[in-house]
């Protein structure tokens, strides 16, 4: 498995009337050919931003300032709009949210489906409604050759995100971003769409990028795991070291305030008080602090770096908690350089 | 849809006859009557009883209504009080001009308020947004009268560029290219209300779609700006203006009273002036019948095209 | 918990509820059908416990929870409060039971007035129902206000500079301000955060607790429902699939539809993950057209010929199942 995207600490701004406003920083995460890792976390805390920079759709008065994106060989932190669209639909695809509103009202579902096709894998019209017919029967919608020229509006919820699915693979991306894209559905059909996405998934060796708030939806899904909190990364591992050991407080705290119906009857839900800070006024120490039941004084003034732990798997926090841990990870990195190093020569 | 348009029609019919009855009677309020502006002011009481008897004025209104409205429905609409022509006669004379100049002032206004509208939709705040959007104020705030007399002032009576008023030179052959110079300053005046007004709704209209999720979904297929804006941006855009058409359209009927009168274009505007000041009744009734029609046929055909324009909207 | 006792007497009873909506065609706007939202709803809702309403979108459960407090008017049934038919007492006790029925909605924002302070919002009912004199109705407030954890300095905030935990909070703060006696909780914590939901679940509990207050808490999200309720009632297409207490739903789920929504959750243990699910295909059908027979049986993977003719009723004691062929314990 080859690297496909490498994301490293991006700082993506926003410039408003009253000033650029940080929404994401030093957001760094990486992603092989066929892997898929989960951005988890609360509203506000940039998972969306992130995706949204990746692919250079944020609204005009936000743009990437620092950091790199590198994704195969190109640098797309600072690729231009033309060399974006290449990529976009192409090479990275998306799905959103919201399928009642992501589909355009007034166009066919073939037109809305074939004019990716046509563009990025110069299809003949025919063919491109003949493969577009083809991908609406592998994401499971009945009757696809009359669903194609229907409009949005006469499809459900379930089977829009479909559309919005097949769109998004008809060109056979190297990555997928999901922003989301079981939120806005009901529970059974939610299991529908993630069922069809790890069994398309298989087929298609395609990486995805999970947004979703759900830590459900992270343990069926993810390969590993990014937590965000207010714009930043603070804890990275593969799935099942998060669940099994996580370590930050506020994936603890998340896992604990979750009511998930696996829970025992009389066990009281942990709720982390007070709520996100907002991007216009960021602690200038640990952005978690004033929520943290851990906080110490340094945690106030001084910032914590993502820094990798000593434990079973690669896993990144952002805590001062774990500084002892930190430093045997850095203590057997560097025996472990020193010892190949004594090998080589 | 076929069930709603017979729906719909049968529903204007008592909405026009509801118009008539107020029409008539508002009308019959007005102090003077047409016998007065007939006749010779020296005639005698006995004169004008016999004149008022003649045309069936003397008979009480609601007498005067039942005939009008039986003429009607046999297709009669009665002849002028003041001109003695046949008043289907006077409107179609008059109907062709006013239907040429409201005609050319909307495609004219639309045709450069449109793409202007999306242009300062893209670039939201940038100095071309600001600049056309401060035009259109003007064009929307100018009383038409004053923007009319300043145009002939420059153009016409200055520069001498276009003929002052009438929609054709006295005597001239009246071809096409002599009514094109009497139309060109009317419809700048007209034109520049109507697409003052249509900037305004575009631009708004478009930046409400541009927010839109699905135009986020285009962009990240790797569609190209100009698909995106004329393709996926626009047809939902135009969705809300076909409200606005849809208000524009008995303009074509309604026509434009004070702009025909500054430019003595011989229109509907004109007529409806030169009835009231004759108080020419029957010609009246028939030009504000004409215009109710316009109205309710307006709105018929502003709900046909939302259904065009936008396939969630089915009647049924 | 808090088991429905025999010899209690129901505080909320309801009865065949139903709600229509016509569907107009044609020229003369003909109703040729309905949309039916609710359809032969009843339950009884004990005093102190919580009912929770589950069920996917277009189920009749927010329909339902609206006709509780009359924000809908039912196309028949009866909602009986303590007794009384609130759909035939007059106005003005009709006033007086408003008093005792409260609900709050999911997006508490809209229903707030924005050019109203937050102080003078929550003052508004009890002045409005000449409850109590400014400077009562002012202490109310304060005192109020402390209990759902809203600082009293805030009382001077307009609704748009709160988030959207403290939107909620001022929802259930203006439910409380007439000391009510049962709250339809209508999806409250779907459209807040995570670590925000479990505030205001919790919030909830406590003060049902300490103001002995009966919820009907309809929700889509089953964990929260499961947190919080002591029965509940499953529906689908207007119609109750099952009504048992939360420990039955859960550890004995009856109807194969409920137990497919326990199984549609995703768990949050990645060990799991590789569990066999039973994922039913196609979508909860139109409530204008709902299918003949069990509404469900479109969708239900052990659907047999009955189950398209006959719609099964609701039977049972305490636990209520509307299914030819209930799950029982060994078959599974």
Known sequence: ?345 | MLQYIIRRILIAIPVLFGVTILNFFIINLAPGNPVDMMVNPSATPEQLAATKHALGLDQPIWVQYWNWIVQLLHGNLGFSYSTREPVTQILMAHVGPTVLLMGVSLIVGYLIAIPLGIICARKQNSWIDYLVTGFSFFGISVPHFFLGLGVIYVFASKLLWFPTGSMNTLGGDGSFIDTFNHLVLPVLVLATGIGGNMVRYVRSSMLDVLGKDYLRTAKAKGLSQFLITNKHALRNSLIPIITVIGIDIPLLIGGAIVTEQVFQWPGLGLLTIQSITSRDYSTLMAINLLAACTVLFANLLTDILYAVADPRIRYD | MNMPLDQEKPLLQVRHLKKYYPIKKGVISRTVGYVKAVDDVSFDIYPGETMGIVGESGCGKSTTGRSLVRLEDPTAGQVLFQGKDLATVSQKEMRKLRTDLQIIFQDPYSSLNPRKRIGDLLAEPLLAHKMATKAEAEKKVNEIMEIVGLPKQYKNRYPHQFSGGQRQRIGIARALMLRPKLIICDEPVSALDVSIQAQVLNLLKDLQKSLNLTYVFIAHGLGAVKYISDRITVMYLGKVMELATTREIFEHPKHPYTEILLNAYPIPNPHERNRTQMVIEGDVPSPANPPKGCVFHTRCPFAKDICREKAPGLTGKDHLVACHFPIDEGKV
């Not at chain 1, 231009?80 to 998306?94: L, P, T, Y």
């Not at chain 1, 922003?179 to 990486?207: C, F, G, H, W, Y």
């Not at chain 1, 009281?268 to 200038?284: C, D, F, T």
């Open chain 1, 1 to 345: 498995m080859g690297e496909l995207l490498k994301v490293d600490k991006i700082k993506t701004e926003f410039q408003t009337d009253k000033g650029p406003v940080t929404s994401v920083d030093e957001v760094s995460f990486d992603l092989k050919e066929g892997e898929t890792i989960c951005l988890v976390g609360e509203s506000g805390c940039g998972k969306s931003v992130t995706s949204l920079s990746i692919m250079h759709l944020l609204d005009r008065n936000g743009s990437v300032t620092e950091g790199s994106i590198r994704f195969e060989d190109k640098d797309l932190a600072h690729a231009s709009e033309a060399k974006m669209r290449k990529i976009r639909g192409n090479d990275i695809s998306m799905i959103f949210q919201e399928p009642m509103t992501s589909l355009n009202p007034v166009l066919t579902i073939g037109d809305q489906l074939t004019e990716g096709i046509r563009l990025h894998m110069n299809y003949s019209r025919a063919d491109a409604r003949s493969y577009a017919i083809e991908m609406l029967k592998k994401v499971g919608i009945p009757r696809a050759e009359g669903i194609i020229d229907e409009y949005p509006h006469k499809l459900s919820g379930g089977m829009r995100q479909r559309v919005m699915i097949a769109m998004a693979l008809s060109c056979k991306p190297k990555l997928l971003i999901a922003d989301e894209p079981t939120t806005a559905l009901d529970v059974t059909i939610q299991a529908q769409i993630l069922k069809l996405m790890k069994k398309l998934r298989e087929e298609s060796n395609t990486a995805i990028i999970l947004i979703t708030h759900d830590l459900g939806v992270v343990a069926e899904m993810a390969d590993k795991v990014a937590v965000m909190y207010a714009g930043q990364v603070v804890e990275e591992t593969d799935v099942y070291t998060l669940f099994d050991n996580p370590k930050h407080p506020y994936t603890l705290g998340l896992m604990k305030s979750i009511p998930h119906i696996t829970n025992p009857d009389d066990m009281r839900l942990n709720s982390i008080p007070g709520s996100v800070p907002s991007a216009r006024n960021m602690p200038k120490g640990c952005r978690f602090y004033d929520r943290c039941p851990h906080a110490m004084k340094r945690c106030l003034a001084e910032k914590p770096e993502l820094k990798p732990i000593e434990d079973k798997q690669a896993h990144s926090i952002r805590c001062f908690l774990y500084e002892e841990e930190e430093k045997n990870y850095e203590k057997k990195h560097a025996e472990k350089q020193h010892a190949e190093k004594e090998v080589s020569s």
